[in-house]
């Protein structure tokens, strides 16, 4: 099975800020890495497909890139209502595994 | 428009079985890849289990031999059937859109039934 790590686990950061979050997997899933985010209480929301395509209807301060191993999530100017728990997830084989999360909160 | 409902879930004994449905409207779930996925209580996401358009399933392997999953394409629904179940299978339970034109990636999600095994 593939592993899928992310890091950091935990970020403070401030309104404005731009924030990354990395996520390697444990072998090369070419760009089958999707990003999530999560609020308390409500089911994950698409944020990103294939490494780097945003989804529809998905603010533009949000970017991912990577390929192979390798990805990021980036939040240009965060947002007060972005701070939630994010995750990332390889679609190239099952299972489709997740990363174990990474919590966005306020400093 | 996309909407996915589970129900099914509720309180049941270890070694106890229970059966998810899922609901899906304003698309065809027999041309999707339909998923599975769980969160423990403060925990983390969990893939649990897929089926593509032509059958073929795909497990985690915490489930597989336990979890069965299905879809009855004339009611437009999903099903995940569970047996043996454990105190580590108590969860949140969502079911999913695995979007071919995203690679996969989970585009509409259910707003999840909760499973609970305790004695």
């Known amino acids: 099975d593939i592993q899928m790590t992310q890091s950091p686990s935990s970020l403070s950061a401030s309104v404005g800020d731009r924030v990354t979050i990395t996520c390697r997997a444990s072998q090369s899933i070419s760009i089958y890495l999707n990003w999530y985010q999560q609020k308390p209480g409500k089911a994950p929301n698409l944020l990103i497909y294939?490494?780097?395509s945003l989804q529809s209807g998905v603010p533009s301060r949000f970017s991912g890139s990577g390929s192979g191993t390798d990805f990021t999530l980036t939040i240009s100017s965060l947002q007060p209502e972005d701070f939630a728990t994010y995750y990332c997830q390889q679609s190239y084989s099952t299972p489709h595994t997740f990363g174990q999360g990474t919590k966005l909160e306020i400093k | 428009e996309v909407q996915l409902v589970e129900s099914g879930g509720g309180l049941v004994q270890p070694g106890g079985s229970l059966r998810l449905s899922c609901a899906a409207s304003?698309?065809?779930?027999?041309?999707?890849?339909m998923t599975w996925v769980r969160q423990a209580p403060g925990k983390g996401l969990e893939w649990v289990s897929v089926?593509?358009?032509?059958?073929?399933?795909y497990y985690a392997d915490s489930v597989k031999g336990r979890f069965t999953i299905s879809r009855d394409n004339s009611k437009h629904t999903l099903y995940l059937q569970m047996n043996s179940l454990r105190a580590e299978d108590t969860a949140v339970y969502y079911c999913?859109?695995?979007?071919?034109?995203?690679?996969?990636?989970?585009?509409?999600w259910g707003q999840g039934t909760l499973v609970i095994v305790s004695s």
């Open positions: 294939a490494a780097s």
């Open positions: 999913a859109r695995s979007s071919i034109a995203a690679r996969l990636g989970i585009d509409y």
């Open positions: 089926i593509y358009t032509g059958g073929s399933t």
């Open positions: 304003g698309f065809t779930v027999s041309s999707n890849y």
